[in-house]
Every structure is written in structure tokens, then in C-alpha cells.
């Protein structure tokens, strides 16, 4: 039997806030087999609902540069003018061990990531429909004030401008579309030939 044994891979997803992209990765990671989420660590504020070591790993500014400096992240980057990192404990071993790991990160991570993990990493963007339905989409958030509604709607464009450094686009028009859109895209990843483990061994079995 052909061993399609593999290693995980990490797929990193970005977009500008609002265009539904925790929503896309909470859904991947409970309906697709084999996948897992990598929490961050970040010095933002807890939100409304938001749990500590489920949504983030929430810490205050001495603990992340004390992080760095003991080089706990693969990638670190400022958004919004708060700290946010990638750490290492939540990515690697997972994927030696075969697990996918889904990576919610900005386009400065994501070169970073790619640089740390090389071709370990997909890379897919979440487009919203228009810019219209982003700002309805932010607007709606309870947790902006007008101030930091219309800093992330300038920081949006800026995300946006970045969409040719990804491999897939994704338009999040209709959720279970989006959705089913980066099942497809991880599922062919996990084929790539460079994945599979002991491939040859398994070839030549065969022959
Ligand atoms: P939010 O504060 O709305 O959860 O996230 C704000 C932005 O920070 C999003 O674009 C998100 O992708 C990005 N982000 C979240 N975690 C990380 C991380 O660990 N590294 C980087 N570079 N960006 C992150």
C-alpha cells in the first residue's frame, strides 16, 4: 500500500480586519480533520468575549519582549500599534507530527513565516466583496470607537495593497463559498509531492 504519509503544513491566512476571516478559520478548524489553529501572543486588549489562551495568549509589554528576546516566535510584527507574534510552541511540532496549522497573521508575518518555513507554508487572502461591505462589516463591530474604526478602514487598504505576495485569493462573498474555496486549496496542498514522507521508499514498493 502507497504510504501517504505527510508533513502537516501551515497555512497562513490574512486580510484586512473585517473580512471575515476568524469566522473562515474557527469553521476550518471544526469541520476539517487534521487541522489546528495557532494562537498568538499579542499586548492588544482582551475584547469583549474574547478568552485567554483560546483567542489570543493576551500580555503586557515586558512579557512579549521578554518573549522575544528568549526567541519564542517564528514571526513578530506591529499592527495597530500593538505587538503580535507567532510562537514557535504552537507551529512546529505540529507539523513534524503531520497536523496542518492555520496561521491568522498580517502580510508582515507572513513574509517572515515564509522566510523561517519556506514551502512548509501556503499562503491565502481573504478579500471582502467591496469596500462597501468591509465598512458595513467594521462598522458593525461593537467593540470599535469611530477612531479605530477609521484607522483600521486606512489600515484595510494597506492589508489590501499586499495581495499579490499570496499564492491563493479568496472572496469571502458568501461564508460556506469562502469556505469551501480553502478547504480545496488545503486539500490539493496536502498532495504536493514534497510533502509526502518517504515517498520514494513507498514508489519503489510499488515498482
Ligand atoms: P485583531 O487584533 O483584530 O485580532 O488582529 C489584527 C491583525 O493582527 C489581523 O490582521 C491579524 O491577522 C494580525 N495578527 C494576529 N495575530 C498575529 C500574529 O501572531 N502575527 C502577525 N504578524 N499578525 C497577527
Redesign the pocket.
Known amino acids: 500500500m502507497l504510504n501517504n504519509k505527510r508533513r502537516g503544513l501551515v497555512l497562513v491566512i490574512?486580510?484586512?480586519?473585517g473580512a471575515g476571516?476568524?469566522t473562515l478559520c474557527k469553521k476550518i478548524i471544526n469541520e476539517v480533520k487534521g487541522v489546528t489553529l495557532s494562537i498568538?501572543?499579542?499586548t492588544?486588549k482582551k475584547r469583549k468575549g474574547e478568552i485567554d489562551g483560546k483567542d489570543?495568549f493576551f500580555k503586557n509589554h515586558q512579557e512579549f519582549s521578554e518573549m522575544l528576546k528568549n526567541k519564542e516566535f517564528i514571526?513578530?510584527?506591529n499592527?495597530?500599534g500593538?505587538s503580535?507574534?507567532?510562537l514557535k510552541k504552537e507551529v512546529l511540532l505540529k507539523i513534524e507530527k503531520g497536523l496542518d496549522v492555520i496561521?491568522?497573521?498580517?502580510w508582515?508575518?507572513t513574509r517572515q513565516i515564509e522566510k523561517y518555513l519556506g514551502q512548509d507554508v501556503v499562503k491565502v487572502f481573504i478579500l471582502p466583496p467591496s469596500i462597501k461591505e468591509l465598512e458595513i462589516r467594521l462598522g458593525n463591530r461593537a467593540s470599535e470607537d469611530k477612531e479605530n474604526f477609521l484607522k483600521r478602514m486606512s489600515e484595510a487598504r494597506k492589508?489590501i495593497s499586499h495581495f499579490s505576495e499570496y499564492d491563493f485569493i479568496v472572496i469571502n462573498n458568501e461564508v460556506e463559498l469562502a469556505f469551501n474555496n480553502v478547504k480545496s486549496i488545503l486539500y490539493s496542498e496536502r498532495l504536493r509531492r514534497f510533502r509526502q514522507v518517504k515517498l520514494d521508499q513507498a514508489i519503489n514498493n510499488i515498482l
Do not use: C, L, N, W
Not at 14 to 17: G, L, N
Not at 103 to 106: E, T, Y
Open positions: 490574512s486580510s484586512p480586519s476571516k476568524t498568538s501572543a499579542t492588544r489570543y514571526e513578530s510584527a499592527v495597530f500593538h503580535y507574534g507567532t496561521v491568522d497573521i498580517d508582515q508575518g492589508e
